[in-house]
């Protein structure tokens, strides 16, 4: 365990000047982010004694190892610099929000030459409206089905629009006008982007111009004795109605707010908001965040404002944000970002009175539901997960808790596309971004099961050592402050006080981890003996002697260790054996996807495979003009020139590569049909 005193930064040496800091661990990665409007008296609250320190707070500086930091002009920089740092090496004792489900949101894609209304889930893009988020997909899919009535914008894919647009004949929506069908030509894309943009203010809450405009043209149909069209418009109004009614009236028209409430404990938080949208809740939303740091609830805002609207376009932004306290930081910085991250003022205040306070007092109530039953789904997992790794360390006798788990499989087909997958687990939790896989080579003489682990554990831990025994690079010293520049344009004062140096497993040039540099406290093969003592050997010739190793046998579901005559029987209700069945399956999953994946692209080879200069679109050219890979091969090279958009470079380098195979070659794919050739 690191000594805080063995890295503390001599007072002196840190300005008082406002910025951001990172404290790293033994291998470098960033496990803590912080902002401080004076650095010095900031950092100085983190070596103090530890018995003052509380117990968060002390795991942090005792599993750290260096701290640096960046001097910024004010402290809204600081907040733009810590947001994008938090989402850049997610450290793992920052608080982080998590969501706790994939909510959908209706969305309006304004970007293309002709807008779709659909509903996303996942990432927001550019160029797209988004409206909500909803508790469920069908309370979206009915308000558009109410709404396609008087703005009947299109809802179809790429490939339902293209098609219909070849055929000349639109889908059944059009023709129960539901949709304009722009497909068709039955209006122009600058008439279908006027609906879309009709539809998004709508939306937006500006409906009461729409409701009188079909009150008003209902009134003038009838009183032209167009009854048919006014039944049509009475019929608009009862669905603009319908979909009003949906959303409760809760403050004044002209409000759009987002309304924060937190409820916590001493280790968790739940966070739910309502987005008000022309006095209308138009979408809730909640997280989850774990507390891994001593925070009140106004860090706790601090950090949940920083995270939601960090990303967020200007439309995603209200005039009005309502939080239960006020961030840690200044409260006008805090509206300065926002303000100009929407363009214009921004209020960000506690609601004292009135109805904003009693919707307050709900959205509250809503985050103490929603912990009570996060505990309740959660806390038998998290409980599971520690037992899991408290019994595999138990049963394979390790000196600590495997926290980093790895696990390999090897994947084939008769020993042909051979391949192997790396998986993570993290506290017993997936590392999706640290997965890697291999294409097996034969390095070790053959490619059966334990000669492909022998090679990809040795190809592993080889990257490991020379990536861990690299040359430390240069950081910035304390005595000479570097000005650099942010991708965004912003210039930046940087200091550090790790040494001089950064450590082996860091990339100096650009200060993230290496891929291979850390090493797993468990490797777990997927298979029984020959399998483990295959990598055993791998690890040996290495010279890694501080990782565990077992495998996992498929048929009885034994755990071997290397040097073992017999097998670790764990009970069959064993959480540690579920642990490493899971971690197993999902070796199993990925290296099967990456195998099918490349047994696929064997499968489609072709003779122009490889050629230099010759690309998909000319590939197809060929196959189309001559017919086949027979024909093309007997063409002279004026011949394969005179296709559109071939050069006699290439057309030379095709008849080349043609004239050295042989005519029994594998038969190629026509790419433009899918068809095997001659």
Known sequence: MPDPATYRPKPGEIPVEPGVYRFRDPHGRVIYVGKAKSLRARLSNYFQDLSALHPRTMAMVTTAASVEWTVVATEVEALQLEYSWIKEFDPRFNVKYRDDKSYPYLAVTMGEEFPRVQVMRGAKRKGTRYFGPYTHAWAIRETVDLLLRVFPVRTCSTGVFKRAGQVGRPCLLGYIDKCSAPCVGKVSAQDHKDLAQDFCDFMAGNTAKFVRRAEREMKAAAAEM????????????????????????????????????????????????????????????????????????????????????GGESGDGVPREVLVPELPGTVEADVEDWLSELRGSRVDLRVPQRG?????????????????????????????TRSLALQELQEALGLEEAPLRIECYDVSHTQETNVVASMVVFEDGLPKKADYRRFAVRGDEGGV?????????????????RSEQDGEPGQVSQVQGPQITERADGVEVETSGSVG???PAGIDPETGRPRRFAYAPNLVVVDGGRPQVEAAARALADVGVVDVALCGLAKRLEEVWLPGEEHPVVLPRTSQGLFLLQRVRDEAHRFAITYHRSKRSKAMTTS??????????????????????????????????????????KTAAAVVEALAGSSASAEPAVNTATGELLD
């Open 448 to 464: 059966d099961d334990t000669r492909a682990m022998r090679e990809v554990l040795s190809r592993r831990f080889r990257r490991m």
């Open 355 to 383: 109805d904003k306070r009693a919707l307050m007092e709900t959205v509250h109530r809503n985050a103490t539901q929603a912990l009570a039953l996060h505990k309740t789904r959660r806390g038998g997992d998290l409980t």
């Open 500 to 502: 001089g140096e950064v």
């Open 607 to 648: 003779a122009l495979d490889g050629v230099p200069g010759l690309g998909q679109a000319r590939k197809t050219a060929l196959l189309r003009h001559f017919g086949s890979v027979k024909k093309l091969r007997s063409a002279t090279a004026e011949e394969v020139a005179a296709v559109p958009g071939m050069g006699a």
């Open 226 to 309: 167009d009854y048919e069209r006014a039944a049509r418009l009475r019929d608009d109004l009862g669905a603009l109605t319908k979909a009003l009614e949906k959303s409760a009236v809760v403050l004044p028209d002209a409000t759009d707010a987002d309304v924060f409430a937190i409820a916590d404990d001493e280790l968790e938080a739940a966070v739910q908001v309502f987005h008000v949208r022309g006095g209308r809740v138009r979408g809730q939303r909640g997280w989850i965040s774990e507390k891994v740091e001593d925070v009140g609830t106004p860090e706790l805002v601090e950090q949940l404002l920083l995270q939601v609207y």
